[in-house]
């Protein structure tokens, strides 16, 4: 397995970016060049984004997952109506390169009181929260609402860099699938000296991620040419990479970043957090881009001319998620629409 380090690491001073600093349009470039960046400067008002905030999610996301899985198994994902909650280590998705899987999750989203079953089939509803401990709620809710704060101004600022009035995508980010994963890879001897690795190479579903990890061990396809870089992590700062969606709505000039993680044999947290537009939102190719055609487009076949924001994310999910497969195929997870066979915006 290869591991190649990185050549150049772009980044961006988010304090400047949102005063106006750095233009949008290179904040765009970046993202068109790399297909990541790493945000730092986070911590400033209203955002507040710094060592404490770390420090307190990574705390609480240890003393949950120190639990007995009895204890957590309370609180599985499958038992919730609207995707939340606990996944085990055994609810391995369909991944070719990830054999033996090694991760254990703990999932929320955008809290969405008193929904009906149709709309917990849209993902919407209420978070799960373990009571053992104390915080952990919290917690959990202040870093949320802190990433969704960056998300929304990100998106205020890529619509600028779009042509685009700057408050354009707020009204797709009312109540928006975007998920908060606490993740813990789990050390195991098994993997020693195995071409396997702990989560398989895909693109995320939605806008874009932040990422904040205790330990390297992501990497990317950033040249399009099947050599997966590894990406470092920086101390109080945020990886971001850009996923499906912003992939599509530009025509290929952002990517969707293919990316997997590998073992490096110890533990390691990580926090991805998907920045994303409601279910219903259909997204197509913006003004700006329909013209442009990538070199490297090479996605697995020509994308529909729509695509609905709820629609593809499930999509995926299905592939991810057992409970959910078996869910959908019995019927009690109803989706008006067919499952993809693979993400069209993966490699071939
Ligand atoms: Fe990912």
Request: one cysteine or more; aromatic letters at 16%; proline letters at 6%.
């Amino acid at each position: 397995m290869k591991n190649t380090l990185i050549k150049t690491i772009p980044y961006i001073d988010v304090k400047k970016l949102l005063a106006g600093e750095i233009s949008p349009a290179s904040f765009l470039n970046i993202f068109h060049k790399y297909g990541f960046a790493y945000l730092y400067n986070l911590d400033f008002d209203p955002l507040n984004i710094g060592t404490q905030q770390f420090k307190m999610l990574q705390s609480s996301a240890q003393s949950f997952f120190d639990l007995p899985l009895e204890k957590k198994m309370q609180y599985y994902i499958g038992a919730s109506p609207n995707h939340r909650g606990y996944v085990p280590v055994s609810e391995k998705g369909a991944y070719g390169d990830e054999k033996i899987r090694v991760y254990e999750a703990f999932d929320m989203s955008y809290s969405l009181p008193g929904t009906s079953k149709e709309d917990h089939q849209k993902l919407r509803g209420e978070n799960v929260w373990p009571q053992e401990i104390s915080d952990f709620r919290n917690t959990c809710e202040s870093y949320y609402n802190q990433m969704f704060l960056l998300g929304k101004s990100l998106l205020r600022i890529f619509a600028q860099a779009f042509d685009l009035p700057e408050n354009y995508f707020d009204a797709y980010t009312q109540h928006p699938p975007a998920q908060l994963r606490l993740l813990n890879y789990l050390s195991d001897p098994r993997l020693n000296g195995q071409e396997d690795v702990a989560m398989g190479a895909h693109t995320d579903y939605e806008c874009f991620t932040f990422l904040y990890q205790t330990s390297p061990g992501i990497q990317g396809d950033i040249h399009r040419d099947g050599e997966f870089i590894n990406l470092p992590v920086f101390k109080n700062t945020l990886l971001m990479i850009t996923g499906d969606m912003m992939h599509f709505m530009t025509n290929g000039y952002l990517r969707s970043l293919y990316h997997r993680v590998i073992n490096n044999g110890a533990q390691r947290l990580s926090f991805p957090f998907f920045m994303n537009f409601d279910f219903e939102t259909q997204v197509e190719v913006l003004p700006k881009f329909q013209d442009f055609q990538a070199k490297d487009y090479n996605v697995q076949q020509k994308l529909p001319e729509k695509i609905v924001v709820g629609q593809h994310l499930l999509g995926q999910l299905y592939r991810d998620f057992p409970y959910l497969k078996a869910k959908i195929d019995m019927g009690d997870w109803k989706v008006p629409f067919s499952i993809p066979k693979y993400n069209l915006f993966e490699r071939v």
